[in-house]
């Protein structure tokens, strides 16, 4: 079963404007990333936000993390054509104290930013 | 650094013949994930490696499946005998972890291998 939901499935939005991305998760994590994978490439990591954060920015991006609801956002700040990919939320299940090396990822929101 | 390397990056083949696909991680990673990606699906973990000794392989869809790590520059997984439903885009990752910490951090992904059965 999928850890991490993003919503929403797909965006389309103008060169410029803000995209945000969501995602839910089931489990608490002790981390949870964002990934982007452009078509027909592998995934590329972008950020990582631990269980006692709840905001990080890095250059035009900004993620947020909210462990009551169990959810996290992605924002994308003045978009660029070439931010057009898949983004993809992984978390990484808490194991009780114990270790975990296992991501599981949503199935993605496929972001398009029209030029 | 290279990144993780996969070959083949395309892979065609007819059901029932054996596929290898193979995998080099990140010098000085010790942590090694094969992953298989479809529209159905997404993205599912078959099976992850520490230090070349296979941790968990609770994602592997059955016997018809199976990977190796001789050592600590190459992996491989292996389905024999293909079968269609096989066909996606198969994706190794590589990770290092520090002391202490509870997980890892960042994978590193290779380009995959689209695989095709027919």
């Known amino acids: 079963s999928q850890q991490g939901e993003e919503d929403p499935q797909a965006l389309s939005i103008q060169e410029g404007e803000n995209a945000t991305m969501n995602c839910s998760y089931k489990?608490?994590?002790?981390?949870l990333q964002w990934y982007r994978q452009n078509s027909g490439r592998g995934l590329v990591h972008l950020i990582l936000i631990r269980s006692n954060e709840r905001e990080k920015h890095s250059g035009r991006l900004r993620v947020t993390l909210d462990t009551s609801k169990k959810s996290s956002s992605l924002l994308i700040t003045a978009s660029r054509a070439a931010d057009t990919a898949s983004y993809f939320c992984a978390t990484d299940a808490w194991a009780g104290g114990g270790s975990n090396y296992k991501l599981t990822f949503g199935k993605g929101t496929l972001l398009t930013v029209n030029p | 650094d290279a990144g993780v390397i996969q070959s083949p990056r395309h892979e065609v083949t007819e059901m029932g013949q054996e596929v290898t696909l193979r995998c080099k991680p990140i010098s000085g990673h010790d942590y090694l994930f094969w992953y298989r990606q479809t529209m159905m699906r997404g993205l599912e973990l078959l099976i992850y490696f520490n230090n070349n000794v296979p941790i968990d392989d609770s994602g592997m869809p059955e016997d018809r499946f199976s990977a190796k790590m001789p050592n600590a520059s190459f992996s491989t997984l292996k389905i024999q005998p293909s079968e269609p439903r096989d066909s996606a885009v198969y994706f190794c990752?590589?990770?290092?972890?520090?002391?202490?910490?509870?997980?890892?951090?960042?994978?590193?992904f290779g380009p995959g291998t689209r695989l095709t059965v027919l």
């Open positions: 489990t608490s994590i002790n981390n």
């Open positions: 990752a590589s990770s290092f972890w520090s002391s202490g910490a509870p997980t890892t951090d960042t994978q590193y």
